[in-house]
């Protein structure tokens, strides 16, 4: 089945430690997002991905990046990860053709210890 | 721009029926509905495109009007199943389609037997 896959579920990192999340799909979308959501919250765009154009949320903190290398593989990158970053970080796609819906991925649960 | 959702929670008996509200202060592009249960990602159930539509799913339906910048989730019989937290997510109509969601704050819907 098709789908958006990210790894790992969950992730335990040391502060300020470099971390990299992964997500990958098969729904050969061109746009796609990373969401950050912390516990009992909405989630938060993060930046996202049109088609190779990386558009980032002006809240956005510097400390996180993100590498698209082909249209299936996104990666967020958590330079230096602080105890204020620990959330579930979302993966979502979408396309043009089916009005932009989203397709979640598991989400990767992030602890900062 | 977050768009404001309400009621906050709802506690209701297994065949009742609910009413989740979504309303922006912004021309809205979009409206997405989304379920999520604790600890997983969030899962699509419709989405409504500027110009007013109502769209229903078996027993859950929604509507947008436009005038308003407003949209209604609407539960119908509720099942146990139902239970969760309802996100309403918005997209401006400046973006065009692909900005990325703004999500309410949610809605906790728990169903009793």
């Known amino acids: 089945d098709a789908m958006v896959i990210q790894n790992p579920r969950y992730q335990v990192t040391q502060f300020g430690k470099p971390v990299t999340l992964s997500c990958s799909q098969t729904l050969n979308h061109n746009v796609m997002y990373w969401y950050q959501q912390k516990s009992s919250q909405a989630p938060k765009l993060l930046f996202h991905?049109?088609?190779?154009?990386?558009?980032n949320e002006a809240d956005t903190p510097d400390n996180f990046q993100s590498r698209r290398p082909n249209t299936s593989f996104c990666f967020l990158d958590i330079r230096s990860p602080g105890l204020g970053d620990a959330a579930m970080y979302l993966c979502?796609?979408?396309?043009?053709?089916?009005?932009?819906?989203?397709?979640f991925g598991s989400g990767t649960r992030l602890t900062v210890v | 721009q977050q768009p404001v959702q309400s009621p906050q929670a709802v506690i209701l008996r297994e065949g009742e029926d609910a009413v989740i509200n979504c309303s922006s202060s912004k021309a809205l592009y979009s409206v997405h509905w989304y379920r999520q249960k604790h600890g997983e990602a969030p899962v699509f159930l419709m989405i409504?495109?500027?110009?007013?539509e109502q769209k229903g799913h078996e027993k859950i339906s929604a509507s947008f009007n436009e005038k308003k910048q407003q949209s209604s989730l609407y539960l119908t019989a509720s099942q146990l199943s139902y239970s969760g937290t309802y996100f309403c997510?918005?997209?401006?109509?400046?973006?065009?389609?692909?900005?990325?969601?703004?999500f309410g704050k949610g809605t906790h819907l728990i169903i009793q037997p």
């Open positions: 997510g918005t997209e401006l109509d400046s973006g065009g389609g692909a900005d990325g969601l703004t």
């Open positions: 409504l495109l500027k110009g007013g």
């Open positions: 979502a796609t979408s396309r043009e053709g089916e009005g932009f819906r989203y397709t």
């Open positions: 991905y049109y088609d190779k154009d990386f558009n």
